[in-house]
């Protein structure tokens, strides 16, 4: 089936040691989105891509960079791990502006 | 949609009743909003969708019912389900953009 996959599920992390999260697609949507969601919050959205065009929100730390190599693939950098940055990390996709998000099952990130 | 404070509203329904959960949208110029089911650790579900053009729409079960005077948007579940319960979220896309802002969320629980 089609689908949002994201890799780990659960990831720990030391405090400040750079982190890495992946988000794969087979829906070959253009657009592909990051969200951190803390517990009982809304989804927070972080940065999105329009294929290549990266769009950061204005509020999203530098500590956390995004990249898309191809279609296929996003990955979520927090170059610095901090307490507060341990949250659930939402990727999701969708065809095209205006368009409905799939989502990812989601990683949970702990740091210690 | 709004995101603001840590406690989740709270809906408490018995199996077999038709349950309403509402939300408060802020921006005027929203054009696009949708309905998320997100479950205990995992990813938001896409429910159901509708554009400012309308102001009902009808899906399976579920009502989407818009308000654009108010600014206000309804997900109406009829004959509430024990697999009903979860947490929902609406979502807009902020006039246009190309992202979209999750609201507070409500948590549903069924009661069997």
């Known amino acids: 089936d089609a689908m949002v996959i994201q890799n780990p599920r659960y990831q720990v992390t030391q405090f400040g040691k750079p982190v890495t999260l992946s988000c794969s697609q087979t829906?070959?949507?253009?657009?592909m989105y990051w969200y951190q969601q803390k517990s009982s919050q809304a989804p927070k959205l972080l940065f999105h891509?329009?294929?290549?065009?990266?769009?950061n929100e204005a509020d999203t730390p530098d500590n956390f960079q995004s990249r898309r190599p191809n279609t296929s693939f996003c990955f979520l950098d927090i170059r610095s791990p901090g307490l507060g940055d341990a949250a659930m990390y939402l990727c999701?996709?969708?065809?095209?502006?205006?368009?409905?998000?799939?989502f990812g099952s989601g990683t949970r990130l702990t740091v210690v | 949609g709004e995101s603001v404070g840590l406690h989740l509203p709270t809906l408490s329904v018995q199996e077999g009743d038709n349950s309403i959960i509402n939300c408060a949208y802020s921006?005027?110029?929203?054009?696009?909003f949708i309905w998320y089911k997100q479950e205990s650790g995992k990813g938001p579900q896409f429910i159901i969708d509708?554009?400012?053009?309308?102001d009902k729409r009808q899906g399976q079960r579920v009502t989407v019912l818009l308000n654009k005077t108010v600014k206000h948007l309804s997900l109406q579940i009829a004959a509430t389900q024990p697999g009903d319960s979860a947490v929902y979220f609406c979502?807009?896309?902020?006039?246009?953009?190309?992202?979209?802002?999750f609201g507070k969320g409500t948590k549903l629980t069924v009661n069997p």
């Open positions: 999701a996709t969708s065809r095209d502006i205006q368009g409905v998000s799939t």
């Open positions: 829906l070959n949507h253009n657009v």
């Open positions: 891509y329009y294929d290549k065009d990266f769009n």
């Open positions: 921006n005027s110029a929203s054009d696009y």
């Open positions: 509708i554009r400012s053009n309308m």
């Open positions: 979502a807009d896309d902020q006039g246009g953009s190309e992202k979209l802002v």
